[in-house]
């Protein structure tokens, strides 16, 4: 019986896995060097839309990030807010802030996701700019919210820094995947 060589067996297999699942393999290689690469693989290999190009990359990661931010930011409306009646005066404001802030964020990753959407040849330099500029804002966003909970109360901070933590992480890959897009110059995407 003739050997195969462990190397050419190796290519072989991974040739044939690369033919399977070409969306897989753009989220595994796109995710690689993203701030949270875990997070990155885990949110978009779940990911229930189509994935078959950096925009749909793009896209498929505002989204995720949209919905993480208008989970907590109804979290904190309803959740925390309405348990603020106990709560100190600068709880009270750190709060509010932060409903704002995640209000804004939410408005700017919409943005970004029609932005996204519409995008053209002629205009493709400058709507990739406004996309990282709304992304970026709504990651500001985030950490000025966290920002407001240095001097409360470690119950308070715990949960608010859990949520929006979580969405910062996802915001921030979805800014690598519009910086991956806005690579591509406009072409295959």
Known sequence: MAQIPLFLLFSTLLLRSAAASPPQDLVRSSCLN???PSLCLRTLSSYS??????RD???AAVKVSLARARKASSYLTTNVTAAAAGKSGRERAALSDCVEQMAESVDELSRTLGELKHLRGETFEF????ARTWV???L???DTCLDGFRAVAEKVKSDVKKT?????KVTSNALYMIRKLDETGGTNW
Request: net charge negative; no cysteine.
């Open 164 to 168: 929006i933590t979580d969405v910062a």
């Open 140 to 142: 500001t966003n985030e």
């Open 49 to 54: 839309g189509p994935i078959n190009t950096p």
């Open 57 to 59: 990359l793009a896209q």
């Open 136 to 138: 970026s804002a709504a």
């Open 127 to 130: 709507q990739m700019s406004n």
């Open 34 to 36: 993203a701030s949270y």
